[in-house]
C-alpha cells in the first residue's frame, strides 16, 4: 500500500519547479496547474514501483515533460497580439475580445519562486519564465521546445533528455541545434531586461503608477519609449509608439483621478500592477523597464487573471487610493489555496 503522507512529503518540494517547467512548455498558467496535478496523480499510482534507478526529482519531471508533450498534441500554441497581426493604427477603435485565440498567460512570481533565498535560483527562475521567451518558446515545436528546456534552462545533459525522450543522445544535439537555428533570427528583451528591485526600476514604477492614478498623460508619456509596445490580451489589437499609446489610454481608459488604483505585484520575473477601476479588477499589467524607460506593457484583461496572485475581484475599500497605502494592502487579498491534493 502507497503510504500517501510519505508521498506527499517527499513530492511536495518540487511542485513549484514542476509548475514554473509546465509553464514553460505549455504557455499557460490553467493547463500547467493541471499538468502538474496530472502528473502528481499519475506519480502517485506508479510511486510503488519506483525503483529508485533516477532521482525522484527526475522522475518527475519524466511524467510531466511526457504529459505537457501529451497535452500539446491537442493544443495550438500560446501566442500574444503581437505573434499574430502587425500593429493597429486607430486606438480609438479596438476589436472585440477574441477570446477563441489561445493566449498566452501570465504566471505570478509568488506560485513558482524557490523557496529559497539563493539569489542565483531566484535570478534563474525569473529569466527562464520572462513573458518574451515564453512567447518565443511557444513558435518552436513541442518535442524542439522540450529539449531546449531541458538542456537550456534545466542543464540536463544530452544522455539525461536522450532517456527522457526515449532516444539518442546525437538526436537530442540535433534536436537542440535546430530549436537554436529557429530563434536565431527572433529577437526578446529578456535578456535586457533590469531586475524589479532595482532602485532606479522602483523609482520607473513609483512614477508610472502615480501618473496612471493621477491621469496625468503628460507623464506616462515621459515614461515610454518611441518604440513603447503595449499589448492587451484577449483584444487583438496592439500598439507601438509613445503618441498611439497615450491616445489609447485617453480614450480607452478614462478614468478620472482617483477612480484607478495601481496594487503592485510581480510576473514571469517582471514588475506588475494589477489594475482597478472603480474598485473593479481590471487587469493585470506585466511591464519590462529597461534604463532607457519602460519598453514594454502586457495588459491581461479580464478578472479571472486576478485570482493566482492572491487578489479580489473587487476592492472592498471604500477609498480606492488608499488601497495601495502599505497598511491596507491585506485587505485586497484571498487567501492562497494551500490545498495538498495529489
Known amino acids: 500500500m502507497i503510504d500517501t503522507d510519505e508521498f506527499a512529503t517527499r513530492t511536495q518540494p518540487y511542485r513549484r519547479e514542476l509548475l514554473a517547467h509546465c509553464y514553460r512548455m505549455l504557455g499557460s498558467l490553467d493547463d500547467a496547474e493541471d499538468l502538474v496535478q496530472e502528473t502528481m496523480l499519475r506519480a502517485w499510482r506508479g510511486y510503488a514501483e519506483f525503483e529508485g534507478r533516477a532521482s525522484l526529482r527526475t522522475w518527475l519531471y519524466r511524467i510531466a515533460t511526457n504529459a505537457c508533450l501529451n497535452a500539446l498534441e491537442h493544443s495550438s500554441r500560446r501566442v500574444l497580439p503581437s505573434g499574430l497581426t502587425g500593429p493597429a493604427g486607430h486606438p480609438e477603435h479596438l476589436h472585440a475580445d477574441a477570446d477563441s485565440i489561445p493566449w ?3 504566471i505570478p512570481d509568488i506560485v513558482i519562486e524557490p523557496e ?3 539569489p542565483a535560483a531566484i535570478f534563474a527562475t525569473r529569466h527562464s519564465t520572462r513573458l ?3 512567447a518565443v518558446w511557444q513558435t518552436l515545436p513541442p518535442r524542439q521546445r522540450a529539449v531546449l528546456i531541458l538542456r537550456d534552462v534545466l542543464r540536463w545533459k544530452a544522455t539525461e533528455v536522450a ?3 526515449e532516444t539518442t543522445p546525437t538526436a537530442i544535439n540535433s534536436t537542440l541545434q535546430r530549436a537554436h537555428a529557429t530563434l536565431a533570427d527572433r529577437t526578446t528583451d529578456a535578456d535586457h531586461i533590469t531586475e524589479p528591485d532595482d532602485p532606479a526600476v522602483r523609482s520607473v514604477l513609483d512614477r508610472w503608477a502615480a501618473a496612471f492614478e493621477s491621469s ?3 507623464a506616462l508619456a515621459a515614461l515610454l519609449t518611441t518604440g513603447t509596445v503595449w499589448e492587451m490580451p ?5 500598439f507601438i509608439g509613445r503618441d498611439q499609446i497615450i491616445r489609447l489610454i485617453t480614450t480607452q481608459c478614462p478614468a478620472r483621478p482617483g477612480t484607478l488604483c495601481m ?7 517582471q514588475p506588475a500592477f494589477a489594475v482597478y477601476i472603480d474598485g473593479e479588477a481590471h487587469s493585470i499589467q506585466i511591464l519590462t ?5 519602460i519598453d514594454r506593457i502586457v495588459a491581461f484583461h479580464g478578472s479571472e487573471r486576478f485570482r493566482p496572485f492572491g487578489l479580489v475581484d473587487r476592492l472592498p475599500i471604500a477609498s480606492v487610493p488608499d488601497a495601495r497605502r502599505p497598511g491596507d494592502q491585506q485587505a485586497i487579498f484571498v487567501a492562497p489555496d494551500d490545498s495538498n491534493e495529489i
Open 263 to 269: 496594487i503592485p505585484t510581480a510576473a514571469n520575473g
Open 116 to 118: 529559497t533565498t539563493d
Open 163 to 165: 532517456d527522457l525522450l
Open 289 to 293: 523597464v529597461t534604463p532607457t524607460g
Open 216 to 218: 496625468d498623460m503628460n
Open 234 to 238: 484577449p483584444i487583438p489589437d496592439w
Open 104 to 106: 498566452l498567460q501570465p
Open 132 to 134: 518574451a521567451l515564453i
